[in-house]
């Protein structure tokens, strides 16, 4: 086995996923509120001019999210993800939404791209987050990630990774988790590991150390099994060639009673 601490960014996928959350089956798009449409697409605008100030301006100061953050922590941690990723682009399409009362409960699914650096080195980042968000007042004052996957590369030819996982399993379930790396390995030596830790605000800026090991075939292929509690999980695999790295996280959600998986 090779042993190698790689630094999972928990804060930077969970800051990736925190601005665009998505929702009830309702209402199409096309018929949403022009004051929901206007404010969608200004957080987009100011999220990729980096304004933090003018994206905080549509989150209420009462502020919850389903993985533990509030509003000035929220804050605190766009303004680390944008210092070490100055060049990402933000793109969102509302999918559905529902008047509730006072409120608009609206269902988004968000594309974020761009680069920067993770340890020196240059990264690239694409990622896609499916989430939920209650407006009262055109304020945000709940959201909830329902799903998303990050992708973050290094190097001149990174593995092109085609990962299978569910989106959503049973406490206890058993599933299946493949990483299936498309070139041919030939001689080449291939490292990977997978990992999976609870989506937890504490874990934002405390990475988890990642074991490496020798790969004998051309991906990760395994057999995991759901945690005994309900929750929000990551499930991540790297994959290391001679010429790049290519890590994979995706969101996995616990849940009670019958799941069934995506």
């Known amino acids: 086995m090779v042993k190698q601490k790689l630094k999972i960014f928990a804060f930077i996928l969970f800051t990736l996923s925190v601005l665009h959350p998505a929702t009830v089956r309702a209402a199409s798009p096309e018929t949403a509120p022009a004051e929901l449409k206007n404010a969608l697409a200004q957080i987009d605008a100011a999220a990729n001019r980096q304004d933090v100030k003018t994206v905080m301006q549509f989150y209420s100061q009462n502020f919850t999210h389903s993985d533990g953050l509030n509003r000035q922590s929220m804050q605190q941690s766009l303004s680390q993800i944008w210092q ?44 896609t987050v499916r989430s939920r968000q209650r407006f009262q007042n055109q304020k945000i004052v709940q959201q909830e990630i329902l799903a998303e996957r990050t992708q973050m590369t290094t190097g001149a030819k990174p593995p092109t990774v085609n990962m299978k996982l569910p989106e959503q399993v049973r406490v206890g379930q058993s599933y299946n988790l493949d990483a299936v790396v498309q070139e041919p390995l030939g001689d080449d030596l291939m490292l990977g590991a997978a ?40 499930v991540s695999t ?25």
Do not use: C, H
């Open 84 to 127: 070490r990723y100055p060049k990402l682009n933000y793109r969102t399409e509302l999918t559905s939404w529902e008047a509730k009362g006072d409120e608009i409960v609206a269902e988004t699914v968000t594309t974020i791209t761009g680069a920067g650096k993770v340890d020196g080195k240059d990264t690239k980042i694409e990622s």
């Open 195 to 234: 990992v999976e830790e609870p989506v937890k605000a504490e874990r934002f800026v405390k990475p988890a150390p990642v074991d490496l090991e020798l790969l004998s075939s051309g991906g990760i292929f395994k057999v995991g099994r759901a945690p005994l509690s309900q929750g929000n999980y990551w």
């Open 238 to 262: 790297v994959l290391i060639r001679e010429e790049g790295t290519t890590m994979v996280t995706q969101r996995l959600r616990v849940v009670e009673g019958n799941a069934g998986t995506k």
